[in-house]
């Protein structure tokens, strides 16, 4: 049969091909299709063939004569399957009788009009097969389908034409204007994200979390299914979901179909913190280590900055420095420079529903996975006007046995409009390269060296006193290249943690204290 050929063809040359497995029943009987549909639990049912003008398909029975199945019929069939079947296609002239009967219990049904010639019904099945193998959804398919037919230049008495079940089961035209969908509930979702990919909203159907983390998801559309396809195993994905976050490494992606739907699973070994450093939270320049955490959740929940110093004295701007390595938290796994709602606002200012939805779980992984705190409370948003009012309360990480974890309490409003705010995924540094430069600054008394990071020039200043104190420098010109040159690989060790959390300065600039040698001398 040429339609069945063309098909296969299709599938074949298609990327993905492996994923889709064609079984045929040809010159079928009425009890053929129902042991071929109980054997095989086909996600997409086509049917190529004949219909007559009433909107009966043509079968045969046990003897071999042609018959009819009217769309009741059929229908009542395919009810049983309905958690199966995904899209039937009635490839037979005026089947879009049947798809009225069918689609009250599959979710897309493709039927005919009118008359269709074998040509034209063989270059819809080219189209439709086609985009589905390359991973476009049935709705794309089906516009695949009828461009095929244009482009093939073949008469046509009416485009095939799709039918999709509505939330109540009832068939509706996709052409058909319908009334205002209820807002979606984002309660059962996860926001999924990776260094490369970026962030994803995906619905999940189950979290279950022992030795290994299991998560069930069910993608509602192809950005969400190829995001999941490209996590690898040995990728460490980052994710929110209810009032929680944690880090996972992946394992395994496995890709499934359950009721013609897409459903992913994705394993891995999980991480729950406490997101703290590995020697433990610090406190600096006279602020503890809660206070500084206060200062990150802030900054997350209400975009608060740091004054700008005065870049006339040096000691002002390395104090400052300083103090923002531990505002954005040092060592851990998520820093934070800015806070995401803006820029999340600049998005999705249109869907202040799924703004809501996204900026709650995405506040509550910037929360956990920078060590601000160990759970959350309360986080409640309000929007008016391109201003977030915020109410959070939590609880941060048990440091002593004997002493109760502090609570941390924030309520205030988000300014959502600032300029030139953007969605970006925190980003770190992840190579550096040193030049051999290095010069005695007599005015700050620092020794100065430079070299890049990630490609883009950078310049660090070690201060007089960490060579004194810690590397044994006299403090002459000479005494301290001398001590520098002697300890250079530490230096330029210590150099690179720093960098990597987060201490270069808007002029690309990292000024290395003797606090920062004493934290990190010795340290992996």
């Known amino acids: 049969m040429e339609e069945h050929r063309r098909i296969q063809e299709r599938i074949k040359l298609s990327k993905n091909r492996d994923e889709i497995v064609i079984a045929t029943t040809l010159a079928a009987r009425t009890s053929d299709l129902t042991q071929a549909l109980l054997d095989e639990r086909p996600s997409i049912l086509h049917f190529s063939g004949h219909g007559s003008q009433a909107g009966a398909i043509c079968l045969q029975n046990d003897v071999g004569t042609t018959k009819l199945v009217d769309g009741p019929a059929l229908g009542a069939l395919l009810a049983l399957f309905k958690d199966d079947i995904r899209c039937v296609v009635l490839n037979a002239c005026y089947s879009a009788v049947q798809a009225e009967a069918i689609g009250v219990h599959i979710d897309y049904v493709v039927g005919m009009p009118n008359t269709i010639t074998d040509d034209a019904a063989i270059a819809y099945s080219i189209g439709f097969y086609s985009a589905l193998g390359a991973g476009r959804s049935i709705e794309d398919a089906h516009k695949f389908g009828v461009a095929q037919i244009g482009l093939d230049g073949l008469a046509s008495t009416g485009d095939p034409i799709l039918k999709a079940r509505t939330a109540l089961g009832s068939p509706a035209f996709l052409e058909t204007p319908t009334a205002p969908a209820a807002a979606p509930n984002y309660d059962d979702y996860v926001l999924l994200m990776t260094d490369e990919a970026g962030l994803m909203l995906v619905r999940a159907t189950d979290v279950a979390i022992g030795d290994l983390l299991t998560l069930d998801l069910a993608p509602e559309g192809d950005p969400e299914s190829a995001y999941i396809s490209r996590l690898k195993p040995g990728a460490i994905l980052s994710l929110a979901y209810g009032s929680t976050a944690l880090l996972m490494q992946v394992k395994e992606v496995a890709q499934a179909w359950s009721g013609g739907h897409q459903r992913w699973r994705i394993t891995g070994k999980p991480n729950s913190g406490p997101y703290v450093p590995p020697f433990g939270e610090m406190s600096a320049l006279g602020y503890s280590a809660d206070a500084l955490a206060t200062m990150r959740a802030r900054r997350i ?87 977030l009012s915020v109410d959070f309360r939590g609880q941060r990480f048990q440091r002593y046995n004997n002493v109760k974890p502090a609570v941390i309490e924030i309520q205030g409003m988000c300014e959502l409009a600032r300029e030139g705010s953007t969605l970006a995924v925190p980003s770190k540094i992840h190579e550096v390269m040193f030049d051999g430069e290095r010069r005695f600054d007599i005015v700050h008394g620092t020794i100065v060296f430079s070299g890049e990071a990630d490609g883009k020039r950078i310049l660090c200043f070690l201060s007089e006193e960490a060579l004194q104190d810690y590397f044994g420098a006299d403090l002459s010109k000479d005494g301290l290249l001398a001590a520098f040159d002697s300890n250079v690989s530490e230096i330029q060790r210590i150099a690179i943690a720093l960098l990597k959390n987060g201490r270069l300065d808007e002029e690309r600039r990292l000024f290395i204290r003797t606090a920062d040698v004493s934290t990190l001398r010795g340290g992996g």
């Open 301 to 387: 929940l209400l975009d608060e900055r740091l004054p700008i110093p005065d870049r006339n004295e040096m000691s002002d701007v390395a104090n400052q420095s300083f103090l923002e390595m531990f505002v954005r938290g040092f060592d851990v796994p998520l820093q934070v420079t800015q806070s995401p709602l803006p820029g999340l606002y600049a998005e999705l200012k249109n869907n202040s529903t799924l703004f809501a939805a996204v900026a709650r779980l995405m506040a509550i992984l910037w929360l956990r996975l920078s060590g601000v705190i160990e759970s959350v409370e309360k986080l409640s948003f309000e929007i008016k006007d391109a201003r």
